[in-house]
């Protein structure tokens, strides 16, 4: 049995010489502007060597009042609008002197501070800082990873994203939180790329260079998102030191076959010029058992499917550009460039055996036997770019943000299915199939921001997106006859899909009190989309919708905020899901996708409450109307036709608790997840469904600092799922266990993973039917699996820079890239 995959991706905007057009207009109209110096008090705290402290208490006494801050991981805190001129500034940190002096700030809006260690205590009392794992700030829910950059060596962020809390990767690599579908964003700036270059983006980022996760489960109309979408910023560390870097990664993963990658990457930081080059490659194989039993009651009679895929030969080859220049101290511009070629022709086919039974008795003989074998050619194209343009005008009150980009994606798949039958009768018939698909999908966007302070406590965000989708498909079936195979012109079309959506936004953050926060904000969607099947129009639709948002959070202190977030959204299916391609996996059973869905109103609500910055209680409830998901029609001679359909609603609600503990000085780290989840699906006209469940979930990450001074590390991840309901399917618990050992050495990283050792996760489904009928479905994907990670920076080399200007110094203390 296929399962029919999604693809998601952000949409593109602009070739090459409207980008450098654009960047030159922009430069014109907007250079009397960029000059314009900076209202606010930036003070940087350093120790001895120069380094930068994180986490010092920074307060400058004005004439009115004092204001406080905490330096970054840059050791810069920052203090908007201040009242005075010479300003009395005082610091003070753990394992430090307390530093308390005059400051006169007439000449520069700027302050460097050394502290320097208190020896006495450190000689007698050992002194460890450690930041809280996981932290709330209004909409996020911040993941602090690098207070454990000592036990995640060798690690990648693909690997944190799965550990991070409510984050959910499935076997088919989707990321999800609370359902719903997730955009990656880095250092703020949204990831415009496809799908399957963005999850190879992110498994060759190592982990020592992530700052902190930021999950958004309800992001703000600010966002560059779609409806009902949710939000993971991966804040990466911002490299203080000008410096070349080359690193060296192979990973060895071993379960059905054995299967290499590897990537070599420049990283680098000179002057206001910093870059990130990858280039990657590598085989990918794996085996899954699929075992398929129906059976009528009425008549007795039975179908058995076993399906055997083991894919010998995946191959992959990319190469990734990320260059960011600061043009100057209010000007950033980045261009990203990412290019993949991917191809797959099995070593061993596809085989799906079965057998047919009527008046099914013990002892019995099948009516039918056989197998069918199935042959996949398989290659596809990603090219992605995209430029991203930030500026501050007007004093920094004004900031403007340009995103554009585009994606090309070319898929060709010739699949030929052939089946052989021991027995045969009038009811089962054998099947011949080859399909040839040629697809093509251009994908552009444009995202256009001003953000606005109005005041030093309420900004005003405002904005379009625009996004553009097209999809050529010539689908191309030819049937088996007289030993040969003829066109089946029947079959045979062309699917053309359009889709043109343009969305302005407003968006207001506010504090109230030092007490209440406030966002309000709405976008408004235009969408227009039609398809057409052999240039005849299946689909055309044209809509209007309002998509409001309201984020409040309460906290009198950092020991109880409370913060709750409500929005409302339309969601379109995919084209993939549009597309009327159909899928075989026996004679009898096959899977369509249906161009005539409609879309679904969603309105989400989540509360969340934080206790000392440690404990987190998270209640979500989501109401999808006309939610769309995939149903089985058991049709007459018993065939079982699996099509996409519009439910009448689908209903989630989950209570979850968040938290993390540390034992024996810091040496062991626990983050613990645990919830209850309810789902509730209901069917509408010839859709019969009326189920719903209660579930629970339970996460929990542990680390271990098994030798600090030889740096040996460990990991153990589990997960535990109850039976749950999704759609009209209910499967059985799932349970998954994942083991670690780490060891840095000098220049290398290496880290041994063992997945699933005891091969506990395995997919029991039971189709949900008010029918005589009776399905279940057992899947087995081979997921025990070892993985060895080696690590080399092999050049590692330090520029000197013998003095810096002040503008240098802004840009070198931004966050991140």
């Known amino acids: 049995m296929k399962i029919s995959y999604y693809f998601s991706s952000a949409i593109y905007f602009m070739n090459n010489r409207t980008i450098c057009y654009l960047i030159i207009l922009i430069q014109f109209i907007f250079h009397p502007f960029v000059k314009a110096q900076l209202k606010e008090y930036r003070i940087y705290v350093y120790d001895s060597s120069h380094a930068p402290i994180p986490g010092v208490a920074v307060s400058l006494v004005d004439s009115t009042q004092t204001q406080w801050a905490i330096t970054d991981s840059s050791g810069l805190a920052q203090f908007p609008a201040p009242l005075c001129v010479t300003c009395r500034v005082r610091c003070s940190m753990l394992g430090y002197h307390e530093l308390d002096s005059v400051i006169d700030f007439s000449r520069t809006s700027q302050a460097n501070i050394v502290l320097t260690k208190n020896t006495r205590q450190l000689q007698t009392v050992e002194i460890k800082s450690m930041r809280p794992v996981i932290t709330s700030s209004h909409e996020k829910i911040i993941v602090n990873w690098s207070s454990l950059s000592s036990m995640i060596k060798g690690e990648t962020v693909w690997d944190l994203l799965k550990q991070s809390p409510l984050v959910e990767v499935d076997h088919n690599e989707q990321i999800n939180i609370l359902h719903r579908h997730v955009v990656i964003y880095i250092n703020g700036k949204k990831e415009m790329m496809s799908a399957s270059a963005l999850i190879n983006f992110l498994k060759n980022i190592p982990a020592s260079k992530i700052l902190q996760f930021e999950i958004i489960p309800i992001p703000t109309s600010a966002y560059d998102v779609g409806p009902g979408d949710a939000v993971v910023n991966i804040v990466i560390k911002k490299d203080l030191a000008d410096h070349l870097e080359g690193q060296a990664n192979f990973w060895a993963t071993q379960n059905s076959y054995f299967n290499p990658t590897g990537n070599i990457q420049f990283t680098g930081k000179i002057g206001k010029l910093s870059f990130i080059q990858t280039n990657y490659g590598g085989l990918s194989g794996s085996r899954s058992l699929f075992t398929e039993q129906y059976s009528e009651n009425l008549s007795g009679y039975q179908m058995n499917d076993s399906v055997l895929r083991a894919w010998r030969d995946m191959k992959y080859l990319g190469t990734d550009w990320y260059l960011n220049g600061d043009l100057d101290s209010v000007q950033n511009l980045s261009l990203h460039f990412s290019y993949e070629h991917d191809w797959v022709h099995p070593f061993n086919p596809e085989y799906y055996s079965f057998s047919y039974f009527s008046n099914y008795t013990v002892g019995s003989s099948p009516d039918s036997t056989g197998k069918t074998t199935e042959d996949t050619y398989d290659k596809n194209d990603n090219m992605c770019y995209a430029f991203q343009y930030l500026v501050s005008l007007l004093k920094n009150k004004l900031k403007l943000n340009i995103d554009a980009g585009q994606i090309h994606y070319y898929d060709y798949t010739d699949q030929y299915t052939l089946n052989k039958t021991m027995y045969q009768n009038k009811t089962d018939t054998p099947l011949h199939i080859l399909q040839s698909i040629n697809q093509k999908v251009h994908n552009t966007s444009a995202f256009l921001r001003f953000q606005y302070t109005l005041s030093t406590h309420f900004t005003l965000s405002a904005g379009m997106s625009t996004y553009f989708t097209k999809n050529f498909s010539d689908v191309n079936w030819y049937k088996y006859q007289t030993n040969q195979f003829v066109y089946d012109s029947s079959q045979s079309y062309t699917y053309q899909y359009s889709e043109n959506t343009y969305s302005p936004f407003l968006n207001i ?47 009198k202190n950092q020991d109880h905020q409370f913060t709750y977030s409500i929005t409302s959204s339309v969601n379109w299916p995919d084209f993939w899901e549009l597309s009327p391609l159909r899928y075989y996996s026996s004679a009898n059973n096959f899977i369509d996708n249906n161009p005539h869905l409609s879309s679904s109103q969603d309105l989400n609500q989540t509360l969340r409450y934080t206790l000392r910055q440690r404990h987190q209680f998270v209640l979500s409830y989501d109401n999808n109307k006309y939610g769309w998901g995939q149903y089985v029609y058991f049709l007459p001679n018993h065939n079982i036709n699996l099509t996409r359909v519009n439910f009448a609603y689908t209903r989630s609600a989950g209570l979850y608790y968040i938290s993390q503990f540390a034992f024996f000085d810091n040496h062991v780290q626990v983050n613990p997840a645990m919830g209850i989840e309810y789902n509730a699906t209901k069917g509408q006209d010839t859709v019969l469904a009326d189920y719903a469940r209660f579930n629970g979930v339970a996460q929990c990450h542990m680390f271990f600092m098994l030798n600090e001074k030889k740096s040996w590390t460990a990991g153990l991840n589990l997960a535990y799922r109850s039976r749950s309901l999704s759609g009209i399917y209910e499967l059985k618990g799932l349970f998954s266990c994942d083991m670690s050992l780490a060891k840095s050495y000098k220049n290398w990283n290496i880290r041994l993973a063992i997945y699933d050792p005891f091969k506990l996760y395995s997919l029991h489904t039971q189709v949900l039917t008010p029918l005589p009928y009776n399905m279940k479905l057992t899947g087995n994907y081979d997921s025990r699996y070892v993985s060895l990670h080696i690590t080399y920076t092999f050049w590692n080399h330090q520029i000197r820079v013998e003095k810096k200007s002040s503008i240098l110094d802004d840009i070198q203390n931004r966050l991140g890239h």
């Open 509 to 555: 953050d506010g504090e109230i009190g030092k007490i209440f926060t406030i966002t309000i904000g709405a976008k408004y969607q235009i969408a227009r989309i039609s398809g057409k099947q052999n240039q005849y129009s299946i689909l055309d639709r044209n809509t209007n919708d309002l998509f409001p948002t309201l984020i409040l959070n309460f906290g």
